[in-house]
């Protein structure tokens, strides 16, 4: 159940394939994040299965910076959401 790729798609033994057909996906995650690793794998995971991925990685962050935003650095904050620009911009080419 939780190896589910789209319950938890950055687990550890996911095969070949299983995230093929994903559409474009956007991926942040902070070095401070306690799923960094987890944030890792799914970028390999999708690269590997030839998902278009754009990542942020923002430097020592926690999970759900965005949810922190009102109180983050907003600089860091700006990161991610000129990430999600770039990407949602890039969509229709």
């Known amino acids: 159940f939780v190896l ?7 687990a550890r033994s996911l095969p070949l ?5 994903f559409p474009p996906t956007f991926v942040h995650y902070g070095t ?8 890792e ?5 999708l690269r590997r ?5 754009e990542t942020v990685v923002t430097d020592d ?8 935003a009102m109180v983050w650095n907003k600089g860091q904050v ?10 949602t911009s890039s969509l229709g080419r």
Do not use: I, K
């Not at 394939?17 to 057909?21: K, S």
């Open 32 to 39: 401070s994040d306690r799923c960094e690793e987890e944030g």
């Open 17 to 21: 394939g299983a995230l093929a057909g």
């Open 4 to 10: 589910s790729p789209y319950l938890s798609p950055g």
């Open 61 to 68: 962050t926690p999970h759900d910076l965005m949810l922190l």
């Open 49 to 53: 299965d030839g998902v278009r991925v």
């Open 78 to 87: 700006e990161q991610v959401w000129e990430g999600v620009l770039r990407f």
């Open 41 to 45: 794998r799914l970028v390999r995971h």
